[in-house]
C-alpha cells in the first residue's frame, strides 16, 4: 500500500514538473509572438533600435576583441603542444581559423554579450516593471512590446554577426601573432594554409549561429526582466536567470546548428 502511495507521488511530481514545463514555453511562445507581430506594425522607434545596436556591438566590442585574442594566442599555442607529438604542426593554422570561424567566435561572443547585455536587459526591463514604469507606457497609449521588446530582439538578431565578424577577424590575428612570433612559423606559409582551407560556409555558419545567440541573449533579458516581481530580490533573480537560460539556450542551439550546418 504505501509503495503504490510513493508511486503515485512520484508520477504527480512528475506530470506537475512536465506542466509547469509546457505553461513556461507556452508563456515564452507567447512572448515571443507578441513581440515579433507588435514590432512589424508602426509607430516604429528608430531611436531606440539605434541606442541599443550602439548598447550591444559598439560597447560590446573591447570585451569581444579581447576575449578572441586571447582564444587565437591560447588555440594555437595548444594546437602545437599536441601536434608536435606527431609532426603535424603545418595544419596548427587550418586549426585556429576553423575552430575560430565555427565554434569558439560565435559561441564564445554570445556568452559574454550573455552575461554583459542579457544581465543589462532583465535589469532595466525589471526595474521598469517594478517601478509600474511599464503599466505608466500603456496608460500613455504606448505598445511597450513595440518600445521596449523588439528593438532590443532586433538588434541582438542584427549586431552579434557583427561582433563575430570582428572576433573572426582578432582570433585568427591572434593565432598567427603566437605563430610567428613564439613558435617559429614563416608568415607567408602560415597565412597561405589559413586561406587555402576557409570555405565561405566555415564563415556563413558562425555568423547565422551568431544572429541566432543575438536573438536569444535579447530574448532571455528581455522576457525575465519584463515579467520579474517582488521589488529588488526579483530584478536580482530575473538578472541571473536571463544569464543562465541565454547561456544554456547558447550551448543546446550551437549544438543544433553545428548538426544542421555539418552533419554528414
Not at 594566442?73 to 595544419?91: D, I, M, T
Not at 504606448?142 to 582578432?170: E, H, K, S
Not at 589559413?194 to 555558419?205: A, P
Request: glycine letters at 10%; proline letters at 4%.
Amino acid at each position: 500500500m504505501n509503495e503504490l502511495i510513493q508511486h503515485n507521488n512520484i508520477v504527480a511530481l512528475i506530470g506537475r514538473v512536465f506542466m509547469a514545463f509546457l505553461a513556461s514555453v507556452g508563456r515564452l511562445s507567447l512572448f515571443i509572438w507578441q513581440a515579433l507581430s507588435s514590432g512589424f506594425r508602426p509607430p516604429y522607434y528608430p531611436r531606440q533600435l539605434g541606442r541599443m545596436m550602439i548598447e550591444i556591438g559598439y560597447y560590446s566590442l573591447p570585451v569581444i576583441g579581447l576575449t578572441a585574442i586571447f582564444t587565437g594566442a591560447v588555440l594555437a599555442l595548444q594546437s602545437y603542444s599536441g601536434f608536435s607529438r606527431f609532426s603535424a604542426e603545418s595544419s596548427i593554422p587550418i586549426v585556429v581559423v576553423l575552430s575560430i570561424t565555427r565554434e569558439l567566435g560565435p559561441v564564445l561572443a554570445g556568452l559574454m554579450v550573455a552575461g554583459r547585455i542579457g544581465a543589462a536587459f532583465a535589469a532595466e526591463i525589471g526595474t521598469m516593471r517594478v517601478t509600474e514604469q511599464i503599466d505608466a507606457l500603456v496608460t500613455l497609449s504606448t505598445n511597450p512590446f513595440q518600445y521596449l521588446i523588439f528593438p532590443r530582439l532586433l538588434a541582438g538578431t542584427l549586431m552579434l554577426p557583427c561582433l563575430v565578424f570582428i572576433a573572426d577577424i582578432i582570433g585568427v590575428f591572434g593565432g598567427y601573432m603566437v605563430s610567428t612570433h613564439a613558435l617559429g612559423f614563416a608568415p607567408g606559409p602560415y597565412l597561405n594554409n589559413t586561406w587555402d582551407f576557409l570555405e565561405f560556409k566555415d564563415v556563413f555558419s558562425g555568423l547565422v549561429k551568431a544572429s541566432a545567440f543575438g536573438f536569444i541573449v535579447a530574448l532571455m533579458g528581455s522576457y525575465h526582466g519584463y515579467h520579474s516581481k517582488g521589488g529588488a530580490m526579483g530584478v536580482g533573480a530575473a538578472t541571473t536567470n536571463a544569464v543562465v537560460s541565454a547561456s544554456i539556450l547558447i550551448l543546446l542551439s550551437n549544438y543544433m546548428l553545428t548538426e544542421f550546418f555539418f552533419a554528414i
